[in-house]
């Protein structure tokens, strides 16, 4: 989607102090320790953040070009905060079609088995949460179908 339409779109890049998966992009996160990332949270500087099964991950404060839509990659406790200080936020919830093919979505990127079961179970739990913030669903079938139907529902909120 980004590389689709870079003239519209900016993502922010998170924090996390999870380690780095295998194979993974350096540049998929900014991968701090966890003295950096509570040091950042003293001084301020995220829009929001979360522990997220013992991890913090954590959108630095943005500072996107003019005329792009800012584009956070969060999770429901995130969304709660982003509602707190931002007014009338677009929220899309990504849904996998499925338990089963999360699951197995997990166990490709390499997830350990109790990780892939806590974040099944999570999963569970964030797609009532993200209902309850009136989050638009969007169920996750194909990466490239999910991003059109993603830019499509920006470009309506725009409207």
């Known amino acids: ?70 584009i956070l990659e969060i999770d429901v406790q995130g969304a709660r905060q982003v509602l707190e200080v931002v007014d009338s936020p677009l929220l899309i919830f990504l849904q996998a079609p499925s338990a089963d093919e999360q699951r197995s979505r997990l166990e490709r990127r390499g997830d350990p088995p109790e990780r892939v079961q806590e974040r099944v179970a999570k999963a569970a739990e964030e797609a009532s949460a993200g209902a309850e913030l009136g989050a638009i669903v969007l169920i996750n079938n194909e990466v490239s179908d999910t991003a059109d139907a993603i830019y499509d529902v920006i470009k309506k909120h725009r409207q």
């Open 1 to 70: 989607m980004l590389k689709k339409y870079p003239d519209d779109l900016w993502l922010s890049r998170s924090w996390t102090t999870r380690e780095r998966r295998v194979g993974e992009d350096p540049d998929a996160y900014a991968f701090k320790t966890r003295e950096e990332f509570e040091a950042r949270i003293a001084a301020g500087g995220f829009l929001e953040y979360a522990d997220f099964l013992g991890n913090y991950y954590g959108t630095p404060t943005p500072t996107p070009p003019p005329n792009r839509d800012l």
